[in-house]
């Protein structure tokens, strides 16, 4: 079963600079997709402004 990578913020407050451990990579297998639904992949993210 394919596996699933996904950045999350950590337990606890959140400070005004990030740093490393304010971040936590997690990882759980894909849900199968039920009735009507699809599964996708994300390729490419932008966070431009402008968009």
């Given at each position: 079963?394919?596996?699933?990578?996904?950045?999350?913020?950590?337990d606890?407050?959140?400070?005004?600079?990030?740093?490393?451990?304010?971040?936590?990579?997690?990882?759980?297998?894909?849900?199968?997709?039920?009735?009507?639904q699809?599964?996708?992949?994300?390729?490419?993210v932008?966070?431009?402004?402008?968009?």
């Open positions: 079963m394919p596996r699933d990578r996904h950045w999350t913020l950590a606890g407050a959140v400070p005004s600079f990030p740093q490393p451990d304010t971040f936590v990579l997690k990882e759980r297998a894909v849900p199968a997709p039920g009735p009507g699809a599964l996708t992949r994300t390729i490419y932008s966070l431009d402004p402008y968009q």
